[in-house]
T-cell receptor
Framework: IAGITQAPTSQILAAGRRMTLRCTQD?????MYWYRQDLGLGLRLIHY???????GKGEVPDGYSVSRANTDDFPLTLASAVPSQTSVYFC?????????????FGEGSRLTVL | GQNIDQPTEMTATEGAIVQINCTYQ??????LFWYQQHAGEAPTFLSY??LDGLEEKGRFSSFLSRSKGYSYLLLKELQMKDSASYLC??????????WGAGTKLIIKP
């Protein structure tokens, strides 16, 4: 059982470059999320999608974009990376958004922007 | 605003009991989650409380007091593998999780 798969697991990127982090889930969950995790801070929500075809902004959306063309995939794009986007990025999913179900996380993507 | 407060780091001895506290302020409330996160890994679900009281699950228990905006996670019979960060995450009125920075628990032999 794969659950949620993220790629790449680690990437070093030059500032100004475009980067897409991929996220795929096989649990047929409706809701998906992108978080970033930085030392000393809690997980911060970047963007979310309650169902295929819809997306919403989280707490820290600037500099990031997402799309949800189908149920399984939820890529996160950095149009022009900056050093402050150096972080660990986690994709997560839940059965639906408006309930109290647990989140399932991918293994994370460690991004370094130089 | 929304705020989560939990200790940054705690140390305990193998075989002992430890209680990790969490106080929170959120816009509305729809329950509180605890997650465990080992270094370099993804968070994994531990417990969920929506009603006041204690929820027990094996060696782990979680307590909630909605009126006090307070929760704790109790770990019994500590094992070395319990060394991890423990994340408190209440759910606001929009069902969004608000994450604390986590408590790093160090278990010593």
């Amino acid at each position: 059982i794969a659950g949620i798969t993220q790629a790449p697991t680690s990437q070093i990127l030059a500032a100004g470059r475009r980067m897409t982090l991929r996220c795929t889930q096989d649990m047929r969950h409706n809701a998906m999320y992108w978080y970033r995790q930085d030392l000393g801070l809690g997980l911060r929500l970047i963007h979310y999608s309650n169902t295929a075809g819809t997306t919403g902004k989280g707490e820290v959306p600037d500099g990031y974009s997402v799309s949800r063309a189908n149920t399984d995939d939820f890529p996160l794009t950095l149009a022009s990376a900056v050093p402050s986007q150096t972080s660990v990025y986690f994709c997560a999913s839940s059965e639906s958004s408006g309930n109290t179900g647990e989140l399932f996380f991918g293994e994370g993507s460690r991004l370094t922007v130089l | 605003g929304q705020n989560i407060d939990q200790p940054t780091e705690m140390t305990a001895t193998e075989g002992a009991i430890v209680q990790i506290n969490c106080t929170y302020q959120t816009s509305g409330f729809n329950g509180l989650f605890w997650y465990q996160q080992h270094a370099g890994e993804a968070p994994t679900f531990l417990s969920y409380n929506v009603l006041d009281g204690l929820e027990e699950k094996g060696r782990f228990s979680s307590f909630l007091s909605r009126s006090k905006g307070y929760s704790y996670l109790l770990l019994k019979e500590l094992q070395m593998k319990d060394s991890a960060s423990y994340l408190c995450a209440p759910q606001d009125s929009n069902y969004q999780l608000i994450w604390g920075a986590g408590t790093k628990l160090i278990i010593k032999p």
